[in-house]
């Protein structure tokens, strides 16, 4: 077995660094608790400067690049598919579509290789701020985001190969069965939930013993690309949990079971 220092150096090296923030970042909320509205002003640039900081050394790590070569195109090249965009959706259908070998498939990415910092779970959260964005904010449209003076959020969006899955939190959130049947309703052949769950579990690698015996088994499948797993938190959720049984809420083994599956209407 072959054994890539580098990459274990680096990832050692995230690790600490994601531990840093966690420590810096929890004194932050701290400080932030007893500051004046101008001294946060100060403070989140200073906190945007660590966060660029981590990812900029992290990506250092140019020599062990996870990433496949770009394609060189020529003027007059034709191909069999043409996809622009290699976010989720887009670096799934090239993978299956060039699963025909004879296939020609062109993946046109507006950003670049993702950082290494995105590569690590939770880190995210952490640095979503510097990591490649396409910098969207919404408009003030009267009605939402009115108490921030600016009347406006920003709606993230990855600007990366992988897109949007370089700076999301991997939560694996199916959409909501009412959604999918609507959508079918007026007229978008092939989205009801039946079908879509075929491909759901068609995707899906479930490690999870507890759920492939419970009801919700038959929504799974173990055999997909895309592994699937449930943290072991113990006993730090279980005062959470506690609180919310206490007033009155489930709590569900699967929120991507049946019992999920049910209209807003029904609460
Ligand atoms: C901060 C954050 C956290 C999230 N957390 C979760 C989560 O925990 N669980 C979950 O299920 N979902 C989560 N999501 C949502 C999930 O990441 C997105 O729904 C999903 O990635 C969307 O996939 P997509 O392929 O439609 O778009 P994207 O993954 O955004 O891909 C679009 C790609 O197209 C590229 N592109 C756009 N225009 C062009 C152009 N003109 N030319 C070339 N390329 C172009 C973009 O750069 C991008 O790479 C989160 C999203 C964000 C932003």
């Known amino acids: 077995m072959k054994i890539n220092f580098p990459r274990i150096k680096w990832n050692v090296f995230g690790v600490v660094c994601g531990i840093v923030i966690v420590i810096i970042g929890h004194q932050l909320k701290n400080i932030l608790h007893a500051a004046s509205v101008a001294e946060v002003k100060v403070l989140l640039p200073f906190i945007k400067l660590i966060q660029i900081a981590v990812v900029s050394l992290y990506s250092l790590d140019s020599s062990a690049s996870l990433y496949p070569p770009h394609a060189t195109v020529h003027d007059g090249q034709t191909f069999d598919f043409i996809i622009v965009g290699a976010g989720s959706a887009g670096c799934v259908l090239a993978n299956r579509l060039t699963e025909i070998s004879s296939w020609n498939v062109l993946l046109i990415e507006a950003g670049d290789d993702p950082p290494g910092a995105s590569n690590i779970p939770g880190l995210s959260i952490l640095i979503s701020a510097a990591l490649p964005d396409w910098n969207y904010y919404t408009v003030d449209d009267g009605f939402s985001s009115q108490g921030l003076k600016t009347k406006s959020i920003q709606n993230r969006r990855g600007k990366m190969l992988g897109g949007s899955s370089g700076v999301n939190f991997m939560f694996y959130v199916r959409g909501n069965k009412v959604d999918y049947d609507n959508w079918a309703k007026e007229g978008i052949e092939g989205w009801d939930w039946n079908n879509v769950t075929t491909y759901f579990k068609k995707s899906e690698r479930l490690n999870d013993k507890y759920i492939m015996k419970s009801e919700s088994a038959d929504l799974h499948s173990t055999k997909g690309y895309l ?13 959470y949990f506690n609180a919310f049984k206490e007033d009155g809420h489930q709590i569900l083994l699967d929120y991507n079971g049946h019992q999920h599956n049910h209209s807003q209407k029904d609460d």
């Open 227 to 239: 592994g699937i797993t449930q943290p072991d938190w113990n006993q730090k959720t279980k005062d």
